[in-house]
């Protein structure tokens, strides 16, 4: 069954196809480790995960690279204002390296909470200097390079197609509508290189051929991308916001050094809205996941409030829907945990699933043929396999729940359910009651639901 994905480049659903034998390529845009992540930062990281979860399901191997962002991203789009690196430093009393090294604990444990895949490679900005120094070299090689007083700018009117992924008007911009002109040729150039002030030494920067300094933002992702995925390779992703700043100057980038734009597919997960208005974290007004886990929220509440809404489709955040997924997570838990093992996945229901994740990652869909799952004929044991078979792009983790008190439940109690159960098979009545007496008598009850039984405490 073909995968559909919505590719950004040519603004519609295409048929995908890797591009080598072996691997499928996926990079995605990492965090930059100034400060928390927010659950909206993570709802685009959700999406990616999903995304190689469904390719995985579809026998892909997937060589997953995430970068982390720990030097070059400064405050402004015009290039001007703090590295928020230095800032985080500034506001901490903690030196860049020590934030960057904290926020990226911080990022990666949240990742791990949400249950998400490991990615096959992290790459950090400050140890592939020397890769982004030698693109700019190419770039300056090849006459697509200008310097101004603060550093090495890439120049757009270079580039006739320069802002096609997000249809970008240049004639219509002007300066002060999104950045200040300063002394760029043009607003739409952006800087490969920053030159560090003449009056101060800064805690991260490096020696070049242009003078000591630090790269650009985006110059950290096209340099690595080409490093570890080759420079063209097949899917990249990224939130919404990177389509006309960062993820233009990226394609913008490789065209010039490569002849490419990067990647064959282009995807960008949507904002989770607040209140009206996207999460900013650099606003300082956010949630992060551990906001939730305080409020007593299942961090896998959020993961399955984030599978009821199309990627590509805003997700309005409110406490009632997380509590209402939350609930809806419980049901799904225990229902699972009370069917028996044995069976097999159902062929019918995994061809209707896989038609629903392949149609550009319908999970909405396919969370309601999860329901339909459930409350079907289907037998138990079989219902089990195939529930588990959706969950390894669900990711909710299923088979490996319990529930708080399982744990304490004694092995001869288990038997006993079991033994009750057996002979409720063989319509041995009066046995079965007897044995739910004793367990009664021994602190516990069975409850009997319409896909097999949980042993409770009384």
């Known amino acids: 069954m073909p995968l559909y994905l919505y590719d950004n ?40 995960d999903i995304l190689r979860r469904t390719l995985e399901f579809n026998g892909y191997t997937v060589r997953h690279i995430v970068n982390i962002t720990d030097v070059g991203h400064l405050v402004s789009d015009a290039d001007e204002g703090e590295d928020k690196m230095e800032r985080g430093s500034r506001k901490s009393g903690k030196s860049a390296w020590e934030i960057a090294d904290y926020y990226s604990a911080v990022f990666k444990n949240d990742l791990t909470t ?28 090849k006459g697509y390079t200008y310097a101004n007083s603060d550093g090495i700018y890439f120049d757009t009117n270079k580039q006739d197609d320069y802002g096609y992924l997000a249809r970008l008007n240049r004639e219509g911009l002007n300066a002060g509508s999104r950045v200040a002109l300063g002394e ?21 920067e490096w020696e070049s051929p242009w003078g000591s ?6 110059i950290e992702c ?24 960062h993820h233009s100057n990226e394609i913008a980038q490789n065209q010039a050094c490569h002849g490419t734009r990067l990647a064959n597919f282009w995807l960008h997960g ?32 959020y993961r399955y409030l984030c599978l009821t809404a199309h990627y590509r489709s805003q997700l309005q955040f409110s406490w009632d829907a997380l509590s209402a997924a939350q609930t809806a997570l419980g049901r799904l838990r225990e229902s699972y945990l009370a069917l028996p093992n044995g069976g097999e996945c159902d062929g019918t229901y995994l061809e209707r699933f896989t038609h629903e994740i392949n149609q550009d990652l319908n999970l909405p869909r396919a969370i309601a043929l999860m329901w339909e799952l459930l409350k079907s004929e289907l037998s138990a044991p079989n219902k089990k396999a195939t529930l588990k078979r959706f969950d390894s792009v669900f990711g909710l983790d299923l088979a490996r729940w319990q529930p708080a008190a ?13 033994e009750r159960q057996q002979y409720r098979q063989d319509k041995s009545w009066a046995a079965a009651d007897e044995v739910r007496s004793q367990l009664k008598a021994r602190g516990y009850e069975v409850e009997d639901t319409a896909n097999g039984w949980l042993i409770k405490t009384i």
């Open 9 to 48: 480049w040519e603004r519609h659903l295409r048929p995908f196809q890797a591009i080598r034998n072996d691997w499928v390529g996926l990079y995605c845009c990492g965090p930059t480790v100034y400060d928390y992540a927010h659950i909206g930062n993570l709802r685009t990281y959700l999406f990616e």
């Open 114 to 141: 949400l249950n998400m895949l490991e990615p096959t490679l992290w790459c950090k900005a400050t140890e592939h200097i020397a890769e982004q120094i030698a693109f700019i070299q190419v770039l300056e090689e």
């Open 184 to 204: 760029k040729k043009s607003i739409t150039d952006f800087a490969l290189w920053k030159f560090s002030p003449a009056d101060s030494a800064r805690q991260m």
């Open 213 to 218: 300094g630090f790269p650009g933002w985006h």
């Open 222 to 245: 096209s340099a690595m991308s080409a490093k570890y995925l080759e420079p063209w390779f097949d899917i990249h992703c990224g939130g919404e916001d990177h389509i006309a700043i």
């Open 270 to 301: 949507y904002f989770l809205q607040l209140d009206a208005s996207k999460m900013s974290k650099s606003s300082g007004d956010f949630l992060r996941l551990q906001t939730l886990i305080d409020r007593g929220i299942d961090p896998l509440a």
């Open 406 to 418: 399982a744990a304490e439940v004694p092995a001869d109690i288990q038997a006993l359910a079991a």
